[in-house]
């Protein structure tokens, strides 16, 4: 950039650059398609606001990278944070469907936008029953072994075919009670979203203080 010295711009840039590639200026969204990523983004966002133990947000843009990502959130914990309970992991399963619901309630349609937050949704939803012991008909019971830990970190099924079912099952309930949970913040949040979307389609990318600033704003008169 010919620049003599690194600012905090260029760190955030190269973690983003980690996190979801470089960002694409050439790539043209529909008006429609950079509204729908406006309020996926936002959903996302409100969510995780609205919940207590959520990470606070730190920017939101609706910028297409190059992972493929049209637009994405960036949340980031306070300090060291290695250990999480139970309302916390159920508070981030219903973040991840955050972007979904806010498409199924404006909108009334969805898009295939929300394909990696549903893999991670379930992902950790399985952890919980499997591994973490998080699940009342299970208990403390591990029905599932991480193989290779440092090679990617495979899991292999250490249950009969009956409980591996109940497990899908209990999966399922999961994940579509905390999309629920999703729905009914953005519902009863509807003016902030729509408030927020419409500032973020403008400006295509807000700091988490600009987002809080608008969350708060008529709380606060």
């Known amino acids: 950039?010919?620049?003599?010295?690194?600012?905090?711009?260029?760190?955030?840039?190269?973690?983003?650059?980690?996190?979801?590639g470089y960002q694409k200026k050439n790539s043209i969204l529909t008006?429609?398609?950079?509204?729908?990523v406006a309020y996926h983004e936002i959903g996302h966002a409100l969510v995780a606001a609205k919940q207590t133990n959520s990470a606070p947000v730190q920017k939101i843009t609706i910028i297409p990278r190059t992972s493929g990502a049209l637009g994405y959130t960036m949340q980031v914990d306070e300090g060291n944070h290695y250990l999480m309970d139970k309302t916390e992991l159920e508070?981030?399963?219903a973040t991840l469907p955050g972007g979904r619901a806010a498409e199924e309630v404006v909108f009334g349609s969805i898009t295939t936008g929300a394909s990696?937050?549903?893999?991670?949704?379930?992902?950790?939803?399985r952890a919980m029953i499997t591994r973490y012991g998080m699940s009342?008909?299970?208990?403390?019971v591990a029905l599932?072994?991480?193989t290779n830990q440092y090679l990617g970190g495979d899991t292999s099924l250490a249950c009969s075919a009956q409980t591996q079912?109940?497990?899908?099952?209990?999966?399922?309930e999961l994940v579509k009670a905390q999309h629920e949970k999703a729905v009914?913040?953005?519902t009863d949040n509807r003016a902030k979203l729509d408030e927020l979307a419409q500032y973020l389609y403008q400006k295509e990318t807000i700091t988490g203080e600009e987002f809080m600033e608008i969350l708060n704003r008529d709380d606060a008169e």
Do not use: H, P, W, Y
Request: glycine share 2%; proline share 0%.
């Open 144 to 146: 599932e072994t991480v």
């Open 31 to 36: 008006d429609q398609e950079k509204c729908i």
């Open 184 to 186: 009914k913040i953005l």
């Open 136 to 140: 009342s008909d299970f208990d403390m």
């Open 1 to 20: 950039a010919g620049r003599k010295s690194v600012t905090q711009s260029d760190l955030e840039e190269s973690i983003e650059v980690v996190i979801a």
């Open 165 to 172: 079912r109940e497990i899908d099952q209990k999966v399922v």
């Open 116 to 125: 990696n937050d549903i893999e991670q949704a379930t992902k950790l939803a």
């Open 91 to 93: 508070n981030k399963i």
